[in-house]
Each structure stands twice: as structure tokens, then as C-alpha cells.
């Protein structure tokens, strides 16, 4: 039983690599029921159980699985088969983690420390969904469920107990702040939101706090558009009147969950031919990205995505960083109390699976004696008795003292070493 990530995220893939492989809420849901055990044809091959991580800046793939190797090649099978792209294009994006390697990192993605924004929060309700998500589906069990739970459990711990997302800053507000650089005063500036989520809704909000009064929220469901703009008094307007609304606009922010672009040459040459001086600042903080980059030989338009938000982090980052040594130490207690959980369960089994070969050998044994004695009933019970006996006097030190090293931190090799001498794992070559 081994836990395996693999992923990849904006440390290691551009952007134009990891839109290829975002997951929509109906792909997302598709994909976890080929982790679904109680599903065999649809299940993959060496997997157990799994959960899929997937935001704007990364995608990861946690999975219980008995041979690594095998399931790695079924996981970036499955990735190519809902994201399209062979393997050979984004493989080389990729990292592997397995065991405790696997178990820190996700604790420390809980954490806020590998986001882009060192202590954003938005990552500890993005693990929530994700755990949420596979358990909807069937693909979360006992061990996924209880280190989504130890992750999620260490995120609020750094939130409460260190300072690391005081003063949030989100992609969205980083956002805010690139265009308060750029732009200077912003009272008096038309802002175009496209998108009424939960991302878009944070850029507003940082947004307005640097002094924008005048929005406009475009986005395909009007009633949501109304709702967000209502909340902070703009207004909404129709996806079709999305060239009357650009027009208008001195910023447009793109934030919405659609599989393609949004804004293009074709939209976007005819509001700039009505307003050729005037410049218009997009940024575009979707995955997959909303605007295409060819928009930028249009004459006085402006943009970023959210790679370019990247770079705009550093001056933000140093009253957090002074928190990571403490953020480090409420991981390491969280993992250490995961991984022993995960030992006790390693040698229960284990010891009932050396019990069972024990026993085994016993009634074979017996059997055997029976066969070549005469023996009456009382006779038979007295000897099974004296075997039993004996059969748990051999395994009582072994197996307190397997409980002791797991306590102690120790559990993972003895627990090996035990299952390799008695051939626990069906190896029958080995005999």
C-alpha cells in the first residue's frame, strides 16, 4: 500500500500547459469514478482510491496505490484521455511524490506555502471541494479521507495559530494591485469584470478597496452577474453585450471557468477602432485562459495573465516568510501524527496477516497429527489447546514489540522487514 502524487502546477508548466489539462466540475466528476473501487471495470489499474486536485495553478493526482509504477502509467493515461494532450507534451511538466514525501507535500499546499501567493486561502477550500468531490464519488477511502482530513486540519491550524495569511493576497488581489501600479488613481476608471465566481468576486472586492466606483459585471448566467454587481454597486450586463460593455471599460478582468477564450481579435478590433487612444488594461486570471494572447497586436491593449501576476509577489511576501518557520513546525506535528496513524494501520494488518499464516500452519499441523493418532475427542481438544497456546506465546513478544516501534516512529521498516521474513505479501517464489 503506497500513497503516490503526481502533478504538476505553476512552479514546474506555463500556463498554456496546465489549461490543456484543467479539469471542468463534469470532467472532474467523470474522471473520480475511474477511482472508484466498488466499480471494478471502471477502475485503474494498481489503484485503490484517489483524489484530483485540480485549480488555476495546479493539477494533482493522489492516489493509494500497490504498485507504483503500474499506476503512474494508468493516471497519466487517464490525464491524457480527459485533457487531450498525449503524454509525451506534458509529462516532462510532471512530479512524483510517494509515501512521505506525498503526505508533506499536500500538507504544505494545505498550508498556503506552494501557492503562488505564499498563505493564500483560497487553496484550503479548493482541498476541501477536491476531498469532497471524490468522496461524492466514491474515490476517497480510508486512508485518502483521513489525510484530506489531517491536510484540511493543518490548513486552519496556520490560519489560527501563525500569520501567514494576514492581509491576504490572492491572485485576485495581486491583480488589483498591478492595476493600481499601472493605472495610478482609479476612482474615476470603468472596470469590466467577466466572470461572477468566487475569483471574480475577490478581484471586485480588492478592486473597489483601491478606490473603483464604477463596475460592470458581465457573465453568462445574468441572474449572477446582477448579484455580484447589486453587492457592490454596479452594474450587470448581458454576455451579449459584451462589445458595448469592453467599449466602456479602462480595465477588463477575465475570471471566468469556460474551456476557450472569451475575448479575441474579432471582439475586441471593432471597440478599439472606436476608441483608438484610449488604452485598455486586461487581465486575465483564468485556467484556462479567457483571452487570446493575440489580442496584444491590437494597438493599445494591455495584457496579463496569470503567469505575469507571478512576478508582481515578491514585495508582498517578506512579513509572510518570517511565519514558514512556524507554518514548517504545525506541518511536521500534523504528519507525524498522520504517518502514525497510517503505521498502526500498517500493523494491524500486518499482524493479522501473520496470525492467519500462523494459524494456518496450526490446523495443517494438527491435521496431520490427527491423522496419524488415535486419538478420542478430549484427547484431540487437549493437544489443539497446547498448540493454541504455543502459537500465542511465539507471537506475543513479536507482535509487542511491532507495536512498540511503531510507537516510537519505527514502524515503517520493521512492519517491511516482518511481511518480507514471513512472505506476508504472496511471494511464493521466495520460498
Not at 223 to 244: N, P, V, Y
Not at 353 to 375: D, H, K, P, S, T
Request: hydrophobic share 45%; with cysteine; aromatic share 6%.
Amino acid at each position: 500500500m503506497n500513497i503516490l502524487l503526481i502533478g504538476l502546477s505553476h512552479k514546474t508548466a506555463p500556463v498554456e500547459i496546465r489549461e490543456r489539462l484543467a479539469f471542468t466540475p463534469v470532467m472532474l466528476r467523470s474522471a473520480l469514478t475511474h477511482f472508484d473501487h466498488t466499480h471494478s471495470q471502471a477502475h485503474l489499474e494498481d489503484v485503490r482510491e484517489g483524489v484530483i486536485l485540480s485549480t488555476c495553478n495546479r493539477l494533482e493526482i493522489y492516489a493509494l496505490v500497490d504498485d507504483p509504477k503500474i499506476a503512474s502509467e494508468a493516471i497519466i493515461n487517464l490525464l491524457s484521455r480527459f485533457g487531450n494532450p498525449p503524454p509525451q507534451l506534458f509529462s516532462k511538466y510532471l512530479y512524483t511524490y510517494h509515501n512521505e514525501e506525498a503526505i508533506y507535500h499536500l500538507l504544505r499546499v494545505a498550508a498556503g506555502l506552494d501557492s503562488l501567493v505564499v498563505g493564500e486561502p483560497q487553496i484550503l477550500g479548493q482541498i476541501t471541494e477536491a476531498y469532497e468531490a471524490a468522496l461524492s464519488q466514491g474515490a476517497a477511502g480510508t486512508v485518502l479521507s483521513a489525510l484530506f482530513r489531517a491536510a484540511i486540519h493543518t490548513g486552519k491550524r496556520v490560519r489560527t495559530e501563525t500569520g501567514i495569511s494576514v492581509n491576504p493576497a490572492s491572485i485576485s488581489s495581486v491583480a488589483a494591485r498591478l492595476i493600481e501600479e499601472l493605472l495610478g488613481d482609479l476612482s474615476q476608471r470603468q472596470v469590466l469584470l467577466i466572470g461572477a465566481g468566487e475569483i471574480g468576486g475577490i478581484a471586485l472586492r480588492a478592486l473597489i478597496k483601491r478606490g473603483v466606483a464604477r463596475i460592470t459585471v458581465a457573465n453568462r448566467t445574468y441572474k449572477h452577474a446582477e448579484q455580484l454587481a447589486s453587492a457592490w454597486g454596479g452594474r450587470a450586463t448581458a454576455f451579449q453585450q459584451l462589445t458595448e460593455a469592453a467599449s466602456e471599460a479602462d480595465i477588463i478582468i477575465t475570471a471566468t471557468g469556460a474551456p476557450h477564450t472569451i475575448l479575441n481579435r474579432e471582439l475586441l478590433e471593432p471597440v478599439m477602432a472606436i476608441r483608438p487612444t484610449r488604452p485598455l488594461f486586461i487581465i486575465d486570471i483564468a485556467v484556462p485562459r479567457n483571452v487570446d494572447p493575440n489580442v496584444t497586436e491590437i494597438p493599445n491593449i494591455y495584457l496579463r495573465d496569470i503567469d505575469d501576476l507571478q512576478s508582481q509577489t515578491t514585495n508582498n511576501l517578506r512579513a509572510r516568510e518570517a511565519e514558514i518557520p512556524r507554518v514548517e513546525l504545525i506541518i511536521a506535528e500534523e504528519a507525524a501524527q498522520f504517518l502514525k496513524w497510517l503505521s498502526s494501520l500498517d500493523v494491524v494488518s500486518t499482524i493479522t496477516a501473520l496470525r492467519q499464516q500462523i494459524e494456518q500452519v496450526r490446523q495443517g499441523e494438527l491435521e496431520r497429527l490427527f491423522n496419524r493418532l488415535n486419538l478420542d475427542a478430549r484427547e484431540r481438544a487437549m493437544v489443539a489447546t497446547m498448540s493454541h497456546r504455543l502459537a500465542n506465546k511465539f507471537l506475543h513478544r513479536p507482535t509487542l514489540s511491532l507495536k512498540n516501534e511503531v510507537a516510537n516512529g519505527n514502524g515503517a521498516s520493521y512492519i517491511s522487514a516482518v511481511r518480507h521474513l514471513f512472505l506476508l505479501d504472496g511471494d511464493e517464489n521466495q520460498q
